[in-house]
């Protein structure tokens, strides 16, 4: 029964190996034709066929389009230009859904590739460089070196597909920094094909200080974390779809957070740390404050592409 048993085995590993080698049962042969752009079984390329509906010209989103439309928009649409915006996953304080970075970066990539109308937004990224609390649960962060390369592969990909340019950009603080690297760093390599990789600040850093400034003249206090911007922002984004519980504004104010070159007052310096994930005070949100916040990060965003386009031509 013992030899039995080891022939069958045998038998059976042969079987496996010969169909690997052919092709079958989800073997090698069959991964690598969709790989190498339909080789088919083992025979030449096979060239690519597909048609692209003429009612599909204007989606931007390439999660939401075929690849025909993808691949029209590139060459055909003079769409050169690919968006990865990364959002986040994050405690946003007791009013705000822990998808809020996300939620705003789809909108606004959205818009900044609309007004640009030469660009192609790439699936929005929803984890960024963080850490998970059991206290405020809600957060899935990446280290650094994982979100650095997960930028440069997925930019690295895109230019594969025949992007020209790719401008990366965050919603969220933490990782920054990385972005403008990756963006450094494959601008130098493939630059001398022709090929961009562009690092957009103004859609964060940039914007944040304008906007802010605009706060300060209407003497709304400053926030940063889950605070008036960010909750006035996805209260216009999000309307009545539940980013944001509004009945529950009226107590949304945590810890204080002083304007840039305020100095902290005694009455602030004297008020008790709140944990519950809000920098700032975010019960003076509204709708119209946030329509202000999303329109300024587009603007910023748009412009300093252009700029970027405008450069290297």
């Given amino acids: 029964m013992r030899f039995r048993s080891l022939a ?9 190996v010969d169909m690997t080698a052919q092709g079958g049962a989800g073997g090698r042969a069959g991964g690598d034709s969709a790989g190498r752009g339909g080789r088919g079984r083992g025979g030449p390329p096979v060239p690519a066929t597909g048609e692209a509906l003429a009612s599909t ?15 029209r928009a590139i060459q055909e649409l003079g769409k050169t230009t690919a968006i990865i915006y990364n959002g986040g996953t994050e405690h946003r304080g007791p009013q705000n859904v822990n998808g809020g970075h996300t939620l705003m970066a789809r ?6 590739a609309e007004k640009l109308g030469n660009a192609i937004v790439a699936p929005i990224l929803a984890y960024s460089p963080n850490n998970a609390s059991a206290e405020l649960p809600g957060t899935i962060g990446l280290s650094t070196a994982v979100y650095k390369q997960m930028n440069t592969e997925i930019a690295e990909q895109l230019i594969k597909h025949g992007f020209k340019n790719v401008a990366i950009m ?15 760093e494959l601008d130098a390599k493939y630059g001398p094909q022709g090929i961009h990789v562009y690092y957009v600040n103004d859609a964060y850093a940039t914007a944040q200080d304008a906007f802010e400034k605009e706060l300060i003249a209407k003497g709304l206090p400053c926030s940063s974390h889950a605070g008036i911007s960010d909750t006035a922002e996805m209260m216009y984004l999000g309307l009545d779809k539940g980013w944001v519980r509004k009945e ?6 945590g810890n ?7 100095p902290r007052d005694s009455v602030a310096a004297a008020r008790p740390r709140v944990n519950n994930g809000i920098n700032g005070d975010a019960r003076k949100a509204s709708i119209a404050l946030g329509k202000r916040a999303f329109d300024i990060k587009v603007e910023f965003a748009v412009k300093q592409i252009q700029g970027f386009l405008a450069a290297a031509k």
């Fill in 256 to 262: 204080y957070v002083a304007c840039e070159g305020q």
């Fill in 107 to 112: 909108e606004m990539a959205k818009a900044i």
């Fill in 170 to 184: 965050g919603d969220h603080g933490g990782g920054q920094a990385q972005l403008g690297e990756v963006a450094k």
């Fill in 248 to 253: 529950l504004l009226a107590t949304a104010q």
């Fill in 57 to 71: 010209k204007n989606l931007v989103e390439l999660e939401m389009m075929t690849w025909p439309e993808v691949k």
């Fill in 8 to 16: 069958v085995i045998v038998l059976v590993a042969a079987t496996a």
